[in-house]
Protein backbone atom coordinates (compact mmCIF):
# COMPACT_ATOMS: atom_id res chain seq x y z
CA UNK A 1 0.00 0.00 0.00
CA UNK A 2 1.36 3.63 -0.97
CA UNK A 3 1.61 6.37 1.91
CA UNK A 4 0.65 9.15 1.45
CA UNK A 5 1.00 12.75 3.31
CA UNK A 6 -1.68 15.07 3.70
CA UNK A 7 -0.92 18.38 1.78
CA UNK A 8 -0.97 20.23 5.64
CA UNK A 9 1.74 17.77 6.39
CA UNK A 10 3.56 20.23 4.34
CA UNK A 11 2.41 23.71 5.39
CA UNK A 12 3.39 24.89 8.26
CA UNK A 13 0.18 26.39 10.31
CA UNK A 14 -0.08 30.34 10.97
CA UNK A 15 0.88 29.79 14.50
CA UNK A 16 4.27 27.94 13.30
CA UNK A 17 4.72 30.97 10.81
CA UNK A 18 4.37 33.46 13.44
CA UNK A 19 6.66 31.81 15.77
CA UNK A 20 9.57 31.50 13.13
CA UNK A 21 9.20 35.28 12.26
CA UNK A 22 9.35 35.81 15.86
CA UNK A 23 12.34 34.36 16.25
CA UNK A 24 13.45 36.42 13.25
CA UNK A 25 12.63 38.95 14.97
CA UNK A 26 14.27 38.33 18.23
CA UNK A 27 17.35 38.17 16.99
CA UNK A 28 17.43 41.28 14.33
CA UNK A 29 15.81 43.94 16.57
CA UNK A 30 17.56 46.01 18.63
CA UNK A 31 16.63 49.01 20.63
CA UNK A 32 19.96 50.55 21.55
CA UNK A 33 23.48 49.59 21.44
CA UNK A 34 26.21 51.31 23.34
CA UNK A 35 23.32 52.97 24.94
CA UNK A 36 22.51 54.92 22.08
CA UNK A 37 19.02 54.39 19.92
CA UNK A 38 18.91 51.92 16.99
CA UNK A 39 16.75 52.30 13.75
CA UNK A 40 16.28 48.90 12.21
CA UNK A 41 14.81 49.00 8.69
CA UNK A 42 14.24 46.00 6.24
CA UNK A 43 14.76 45.72 2.64
CA UNK A 44 13.46 42.65 0.46
CA UNK A 45 14.98 41.35 -2.59
CA UNK A 46 16.62 38.39 -4.04
CA UNK A 47 19.67 36.38 -2.56
CA UNK A 48 22.27 37.94 -5.28
CA UNK A 49 21.23 41.46 -4.48
CA UNK A 50 21.73 40.88 -0.77
CA UNK A 51 25.33 39.52 -1.01
CA UNK A 52 26.09 42.95 -3.06
CA UNK A 53 24.68 45.08 -0.22
CA UNK A 54 26.67 43.46 2.40
CA UNK A 55 29.82 43.20 0.14
CA UNK A 56 29.29 47.10 -1.56
CA UNK A 57 27.13 48.73 0.53
CA UNK A 58 22.72 49.69 0.01
CA UNK A 59 22.56 51.84 -2.99
CA UNK A 60 19.21 53.99 -3.32
CA UNK A 61 17.11 57.01 -4.32
CA UNK A 62 14.69 57.60 -1.55
CA UNK A 63 14.94 55.57 1.05
CA UNK A 64 11.81 55.32 2.66
CA UNK A 65 11.14 53.88 -0.57
CA UNK A 66 12.75 50.96 -0.67
CA UNK A 67 13.09 50.14 3.29
CA UNK A 68 10.35 49.60 5.95
CA UNK A 69 11.40 50.77 9.42
CA UNK A 70 10.16 48.08 12.13
CA UNK A 71 9.82 48.22 15.37
CA UNK A 72 9.10 45.09 18.30
CA UNK A 73 6.00 44.24 17.21
CA UNK A 74 5.26 40.90 15.62
CA UNK A 75 2.27 41.78 13.51
CA UNK A 76 3.77 44.25 11.96
CA UNK A 77 6.43 42.87 11.08
CA UNK A 78 4.95 40.26 9.53
CA UNK A 79 2.71 42.78 7.85
CA UNK A 80 5.11 44.53 6.49
CA UNK A 81 7.03 41.11 5.47
CA UNK A 82 4.01 40.64 3.71
CA UNK A 83 4.13 43.76 1.61
CA UNK A 84 7.08 42.94 -0.42
CA UNK A 85 6.94 38.92 -1.03
CA UNK A 86 7.00 39.90 -5.10
CA UNK A 87 10.30 41.97 -4.41
CA UNK A 88 11.92 38.28 -3.26
CA UNK A 89 12.36 35.72 -0.72
CA UNK A 90 15.40 37.65 1.08
CA UNK A 91 15.49 40.53 3.75
CA UNK A 92 18.32 43.04 3.87
CA UNK A 93 18.04 44.35 8.13
CA UNK A 94 19.56 47.81 7.76
CA UNK A 95 20.50 49.51 11.24
CA UNK A 96 21.42 53.08 11.93
CA UNK A 97 22.07 55.42 15.19
CA UNK A 98 20.13 58.06 13.33
CA UNK A 99 16.93 57.73 11.38
CA UNK A 100 17.78 58.26 7.70
CA UNK A 101 16.46 61.47 6.29
CA UNK A 102 18.22 62.11 3.04
CA UNK A 103 20.98 60.13 1.34
CA UNK A 104 23.54 62.88 1.39
CA UNK A 105 24.00 63.02 5.00
CA UNK A 106 24.88 58.93 4.97
CA UNK A 107 26.46 58.28 1.86
CA UNK A 108 29.97 56.92 1.51
CA UNK A 109 30.61 57.74 -2.03
CA UNK A 110 29.42 60.21 -4.17
CA UNK A 111 25.97 60.06 -5.64
CA UNK A 112 25.69 59.01 -9.53
CA UNK A 113 22.88 59.28 -11.77
CA UNK A 114 20.91 56.00 -12.02
CA UNK A 115 19.53 54.42 -15.00
CA UNK A 116 16.10 55.75 -14.71
CA UNK A 117 17.88 59.01 -13.87
CA UNK A 118 17.81 59.40 -10.23
CA UNK A 119 20.39 60.25 -7.86
CA UNK A 120 21.80 57.07 -6.73
CA UNK A 121 23.22 57.44 -2.87
CA UNK A 122 25.23 54.62 -0.79
CA UNK A 123 24.76 53.67 2.30
CA UNK A 124 27.85 51.82 3.80
CA UNK A 125 27.71 48.03 4.39
CA UNK A 126 28.81 48.39 8.11
CA UNK A 127 25.35 49.24 8.88
CA UNK A 128 23.92 45.75 7.57
CA UNK A 129 23.19 43.55 10.31
CA UNK A 130 22.81 40.86 7.47
CA UNK A 131 19.90 38.96 5.67
CA UNK A 132 17.20 36.24 6.25
CA UNK A 133 15.84 33.99 4.12
CA UNK A 134 12.03 34.72 4.54
CA UNK A 135 10.67 30.92 3.64
CA UNK A 136 12.72 29.13 6.40
CA UNK A 137 13.99 31.90 8.80
CA UNK A 138 17.92 31.46 7.73
CA UNK A 139 20.11 33.93 9.20
CA UNK A 140 23.45 35.41 7.16
CA UNK A 141 25.49 37.83 9.17
CA UNK A 142 27.87 40.29 8.18
CA UNK A 143 30.86 40.08 9.45
CA UNK A 144 31.86 43.79 8.50
CA UNK A 145 28.63 44.72 10.72
CA UNK A 146 29.80 47.89 12.75
CA UNK A 147 28.09 51.40 13.97
CA UNK A 148 29.91 53.95 15.42
Known sequence: MKHVRLFEDF???REERIKSKAKILERIY????NGKPLYTYLHTTNEDVCKKIL?????????????DEISNDIDTFNYKLGLRI??????VIIQTL??????????????????????????SPNHVKGYFNNKNGEFVENSNFELS
Open 86 to 91: PYGNFT
Open 11 to 13: VPT
Open 98 to 123: KPVVNGEDVTIKEPFIGEEGDLIFTL
Open 30 to 33: DTKI
Open 55 to 67: ENGFEFYEFTKTV
